[in-house]
């Protein structure tokens, strides 16, 4: 199975910027959604914003115009930039792909996902 390796998190303070990014070795990367996922402590995994195979781009209500999905499909690699964060945003990142297009904010669709990266936002 290959696969998904995330990279960029670290210490950031309020109001900072990051840029994560998830190398997915993938032969077909084109044709899968990819996403990415966060985890907080104590708390349960949840959606953050999904790209579709052709560009269509999807966020959680708490991103707020602050964070962009992107992908290069010719490097394979999935990015998040993430702006103005804030406190609440510090979680362990995770990227995933899956082939359903349909209900992708769910992670139970998802058959692939990375080891995660810690992005910790100082107040």
């Known amino acids: 199975q290959v696969q998904l390796v995330e990279s960029g998190g670290g210490l950031v303070q309020a109001g900072g910027s990051a840029r994560l990014s998830c190398e997915a070795p993938?032969?077909?990367?084109?044709?899968?959604?990819m996403a990415w996922f966060r985890q907080a402590l104590g708390k349960e995994r949840e959606f953050v914003a999904a790209?579709?195979?052709?560009?269509?781009?999807s966020y959680a209500d708490f991103v707020k115009d602050r964070f962009t999905i992107s992908r290069d499909n010719d490097k394979t690699t999935l990015y998040l930039q993430m702006n103005s964060l804030k406190p609440e945003d510090t979680a362990v990142y995770y990227c995933?792909?899956?082939?359903?297009?349909?209900?992708?904010?769910?992670?139970?669709?998802?058959?692939?996902w990375g080891q995660g990266t810690q992005v910790t936002v100082s107040s």
């Open positions: 790209i579709s195979r052709n560009g269509d781009r």
């Open positions: 995933a792909r899956t082939r359903n297009s349909n209900n992708f904010r769910m992670s139970a669709l998802y058959d692939l």
């Open positions: 993938l032969r077909t990367f084109r044709s899968y959604t």
